[in-house]
């Protein structure tokens, strides 16, 4: 089992980037500076919420519970010190979440496993071949411009920003840099059920390595 430094990081990075999370900086009773972070799914993705917490209970010693939140979503928090306080404060500009140049710090492929379970979703081609799409409607064209060029420096995967719909920008890779992409992440995406359905058509087509990292 993994528990490397750029293992958790990565993770914690590609959690939190997530539409689906947030975190907060707080104060603990004796003024320890402290943060909070929050994933939420919804119930068709009660699987990946639970991975999520064993994964964060096995490498940080934490004894977090998966629970149903007022809003019908499935989901748990976490709060941690240094670790977590650090990145929270990397990715967030004025109050709101950016992508910034610590994107470099998510060096291991499971951050970017985590995004794209989370934000991706896959199109056929005119050929009928996978297309890997990762929606960031919460970044501005700046930032998408940094995740982008990360993906590019780690796995080759190039793409190109699509934002006809100024609310929802996506990065959109054709069908041979999506294999690049899916080759990078797909021993690394958790093996639960929704995931492995999200992404069958590309597993189909490119295999899927079920082994253990």
């Not at 929050?38 to 977090?64: G, M, Y």
């Amino acid at each position: 089992m993994i528990n490397s430094v750029k293992y958790k990081r990565s993770l914690i990075i590609g959690m939190l980037l997530s539409e689906n999370s947030y975190s907060r900086q707080i104060k603990s009773q004796n003024g320890k500076l402290l943060a909070e972070l929050t994933v939420c799914h919804d119930p068709e993705q009660a699987d990946l919420a639970h991975w999520k917490a064993d994964e964060i209970n096995r490498l940080f010693d934490s004894h977090v519970m998966v629970r149903e939140y007022d809003d019908d979503k499935i989901g748990f928090s976490v709060i941690r010190g240094r670790r977590i306080r650090v990145i929270h404060k990397w990715f967030h500009r004025c109050g709101k979440k950016a992508i910034t140049n610590k994107i470099s710090f998510m060096d291991h492929p499971v951050g970017m496993a985590m995004l794209l379970c989370d934000m991706s979703f896959v199109k056929k081609s005119e050929k009928s071949e996978p297309c890997i799409s990762i929606a960031l409607p919460c970044f501005s064209k700046d930032d998408v411009g940094r995740l982008l060029a990360h993906i590019r420096k780690f796995c080759g995967a190039d793409g190109y920003l699509s934002d006809e719909r100024w609310e929802c920008r996506e990065l959109i890779f054709d069908a041979e840099n999506s294999e690049n992409l899916w080759d990078y992440i797909s021993l690394w995406i958790p093996k639960v059920p929704s995931v492995l359905d999200k992404f069958s058509f590309i597993g189909e087509k490119y295999g899927l390595n079920q082994g253990d990292p």
